[in-house]
């Protein structure tokens, strides 16, 4: 069964401008995770979506925002790119039912801010 | 707030060798732990799942144990190998929401 995949790869980008980035969740799983990786602030939650709503946000400026469609599929959007968002951005997927709730993530996309 | 900790930060050791990495947490409401694996420039990969409930999981040459109350959990590898080497992570979900909250993670490398 195929992973949780993660488009593009690769991404460098100017200040100012913005990007989205786009994360296919194992079939079947309902709930999609976005994390920021950084070195020196380590892997930091950025927010959650189940059945297209946003359950859960971590403590990031409105910069940055998300969305999920209808079957699961789900983007993230960063405005008005800085410096400081250079960083691997990983995407996770769960299937969210029962008492199991183990998280898979995908290969992540690289952002380069320039 | 829940905070992770993970020490070492990095560990360097012999083909062979069996190691234990720990990991604690300050709030113990948690719902499951979790250890991943992740290679430089990678992904995460998914080791172990602890549910609040269970005091251990395995899998082959992992063991990995979590003692709630305490806020603690480590990870056992036996008999290591070469291709263990990477950066483990040991990360946390809150009893509400889907959220992991994760440890800064330990190098490891293994000397052939």
């Known amino acids: 069964k195929a992973g949780v995949t993660q488009t593009p790869r690769y991404l460098i980008k100017t200040r100012g401008q913005q990007v989205t980035l786009s994360c296919s969740p194992i079939s079947g799983h309902r709930s999609v995770s976005w994390y920021q990786q950084t070195p020196g602030q380590g892997l930091q939650f950025l927010f959650e979506?189940?059945?297209?709503?946003?359950?859960n946000k971590g403590n990031f400026p409105g910069r940055f925002s998300g969305r999920q469609f209808s079957n699961s599929r789900s983007e993230m959007n960063v405005s008005t790119l800085e410096l400081g968002d250079s960083a691997l951005y990983l995407c996770?997927?769960?299937?969210?039912?029962?008492?199991?709730?183990?998280?898979?993530f995908g290969p992540g996309t690289r952002l380069t801010v320039l | 707030k829940q905070e992770v900790t993970q020490i070492p930060a990095a560990l360097s050791v012999p083909e062979g060798e069996n190691l234990v990495l720990n990991c604690s947490f300050t709030d113990s409401a948690i719902y499951n732990l979790q250890w991943f694996r992740q290679d430089p420039g990678k992904g995460l990969t998914s080791l172990l799942l602890?549910?609040?409930?269970?005091r251990e999981q395995t899998s082959g040459r992992l063991n990995a144990s979590l003692d709630k109350s305490s806020g603690r959990s480590t990870l056992y590898i036996a008999a290591s190998q070469p291709g263990d080497s990477a950066t483990y992570l040991c990360a946390v979900e809150g009893e509400y929401g889907n959220k992991l909250v994760f440890g800064a993670g330990t190098i490891l490398r293994v000397k052939s």
């Open positions: 602890i549910q609040s409930s269970q």
């Open positions: 979506y189940f059945s297209e709503t946003q359950r």
């Open positions: 996770a997927s769960s299937l969210m039912t029962g008492v199991r709730n183990e998280q898979f």
